[in-house]
């Protein structure tokens, strides 16, 4: 039976929209299932006209964790060694369910 390739979820700040492509980009043809985000909330900076409402956040990031939970390992995809408020709390509930974390920039 073949083996299942690896899952990986990756987080960070949707401001980094460019840098998590190429992280899935890369990891996908590395052969990995990637579970990234799927919405980015920082719409304003791409010309959309509809806003996220609180509830819709709080939906997402909750949705996001159960990404971490299927996932074997999580990648932070945080350039410059940015970690906001959301993906602290990602990293925090990561690391509590026992998955790998990794950083793109360990600075």
């Known amino acids: 039976m073949p083996q299942r390739p690896e899952i990986v979820c990756i987080c960070g700040s949707t401001r980094f929209v460019d840098e998590m ?3 899935n980009r890369d990891l996908t043809f590395g ?3 990637v ?3 799927g919405v980015f ?3 304003e900076d791409r010309g959309a006209d509809a ?3 609180p509830e819709q956040k709080a939906a997402l990031d909750e949705l996001h ?3 971490i939970d299927l996932a074997d390992r999580v990648l932070v995809v945080n350039p410059g060694g940015y970690v906001g408020e959301s993906t602290s709390r ?3 509930y990561a ?3 026992g998955k790998p974390v990794s950083f793109t920039d360990p600075g």
């Open 51 to 53: 806003s996220i409402t």
């Open 65 to 67: 964790l159960r990404k």
């Open 35 to 37: 579970l990234a985000p």
């Open 31 to 33: 052969g990995a299932i």
């Open 21 to 23: 492509a190429t992280a």
């Open 90 to 92: 990602e990293v925090a």
């Open 95 to 97: 690391r509590a369910t």
């Open 41 to 43: 909330l920082r719409v």
